[in-house]
């Protein structure tokens, strides 16, 4: 069956960096756009950042300059690179994978299983 699993994330100060990885099996990965997304206690899940199968990317411009993502085909991985962390990023994080390039939550097919972020100030 079809897994994302995820690791990283953590408590940071603001100013911090952290990374996350996400994992996955049972699916032919470099054919997926891999996203991720977060939700932040009382807010709806937003998208963070996305990479297409041909490595394009898109970004939320609250993340944008100090979030990349990256895809490592080789290994079935995606990953989250986050720098400069503000108070405000602080949520759960999810990897996603899909078939279509889109912000839009419901248009993934496979979630990983969320990783708490959080960044005191």
């Known amino acids: 069956q079809v897994q994302l699993v995820q690791s990283g994330g953590g408590l940071v100060q603001a100013g911090g960096s952290l990374r996350l990885s996400c994992a996955a099996s049972?699916?032919?990965?470099?054919?997926?756009?891999m996203g991720w997304f977060r939700q932040a206690p009382g807010k709806e899940r937003e998208v963070v950042a996305r990479i297409s199968t041909s490595t394009r990317t898109y970004y939320a411009e609250s993340v944008m300059g100090r979030f990349t993502i990256s895809r490592d085909n080789a290994v079935n991985t995606v990953y989250l690179q986050m720098n400069s962390l503000k108070p405000e990023d602080t949520a759960v994080y999810y990897c996603a994978a899909g078939q279509w390039e889109s912000g839009e939550g419901r248009l993934y097919d496979h979630w990983g299983q969320g990783t708490q972020v959080t960044v005191s100030s």
């Open positions: 049972g699916l032919p990965f470099s054919t997926y756009v």
